[in-house]
């Protein structure tokens, strides 16, 4: 087989009620080094291993044991941050399937018996327009001496102090501090990812821990919450 199709390894997730389908299919794309983060025969099962597993691509039966479908999956994930890609693999190509399967804006449909050539290509080409259209924020800022682009998921929070903040990160011990106001750095960062907490503080919440009405906390850190921004920070937990 032409392992030159989809080099680059991948965390996938297959759902197919079907075990020898979805055995075949885990066993192959493992054989080409990417990693089967699990194999879910129903809806609930899905969204667990996909919550557990974090996936790059979700292989996605229509059909499956329980109630609700793989089109409820897709739709699951579509709600998800990023929506990663999802592609079908399904003998159901009736019209009324075909539709709800169209507006969850499916990377690949491929109908059963699945070809593994065709899989790989459809994948490889799924994965492709998906990282086109991912960019990564950056906030570029100056700590006086030097210049640095931080990726904006690493910012924990940000905390004021006159004219300097202090940029905590992941995994760094030391904040980078910068001359500049909170409101400007703002201005900068992910609308809805950022949220003025404290006239001094500011944080992303894709880190928050755990919260309360006084206070959000990201790992061992308390970060206040002023009473004037509570309902519009609480609104947005």
Known sequence: MDTSINPLPLRILIVEDEFIIGDMIARRLTKLGHTVVGHAFTYEEAI???HR???????LDIRLAGMKTGVDVANY???QTPAIPHVYLTSQIDPQTMQQARN??????LTKP???KSLLTTIDIAMHNYRATQTVPTLTVKDGRETHILIQSTIQYLRSDHVYVAIHLQDHDTPIVCRATLGDL???LQDGVFVRTHRSYAVNLEHVSRYDRECIHIGNVCIPISRTRRDAVLALM
């Open 48 to 50: 667990d291993l996909y």
């Open 53 to 59: 597993g974090q996936p790059d691509l979700v292989l």
């Open 77 to 79: 994930l579509r709600q």
């Open 104 to 109: 969850t804006y499916p990377a690949g449909y």
């Open 114 to 116: 699945v070809q593994i």
């Open 186 to 188: 703002l201005e900068e």
